[in-house]
């Protein structure tokens, strides 16, 4: 069984200083806080809220490619979770035949955004999680939004390396 959720936010875990993106149940209390690396955080922030980018990202080249070619997203399911490491599968539909790709959650939830595509996490990787928490637990302050608005506001095509903006 899977539980639709959807992205409620990203922020900084300061304990490690990673990103943290945070899915939220429609239905009930419960999140999911998977760690992700700055630049997927950063893939996922622009198109939360919409900030355009002078260059195609990669989501934002897979976004193109697969509407190009008539494919649809059906959905994303994160739905396991082996030695720390979170797995999803991106399930596609090409014309008549139905494909599930596995992907990195982080890439998966970048895509399902660009695609419009739901979210679902498997409902035993919620029970058996130790990252599945309740909302009332942790919030995301808007001292947490000012710190994301931050960062993307300084990033320079610099910061990403050889890979050119």
Not at 45 to 62: A, F, G, K
Not at 113 to 130: D, F, G, P, T
Not at 146 to 156: D, F, V
Request: proline content about 3%; aromatic content about 6%.
């Amino acid at each position: 069984m899977i539980r639709e959720m959807k992205i409620s936010g990203l922020f900084m875990d300061s304990a490690t200083d990673n990103a943290v993106v945070e899915l939220k149940d429609t239905q009930s209390e419960t999140s999911l806080h998977i760690w992700i690396g700055l630049l997927e955080a950063v893939a996922i922030s622009c198109e939360l809220e919409q900030i355009p980018v002078p260059r195609p990202m990669t989501h934002d080249l897979i976004h193109n490619i697969l509407v190009h070619l008539g494919v649809i997203v059906d959905r994303v399911e994160l739905h396991d979770l082996r030695e720390n490491t979170f797995y999803a599968w991106i399930y596609l539909n090409v014309g008549d035949k139905d494909i599930k790709i596995d992907a990195r959650p982080s890439d998966a939830l970048a895509i399902a955004l660009r695609m419009s595509a739901r979210i679902y996490v498997n409902e035993k990787l919620l029970q058996h999680c130790e990252h599945a928490v309740s909302c009332g637990e942790q919030e995301i302050t808007g001292e947490e939004s000012e710190k994301w608005t931050e960062i993307l506001e300084n990033l320079s095509p610099e910061d990403f390396g050889k890979y050119k903006m």
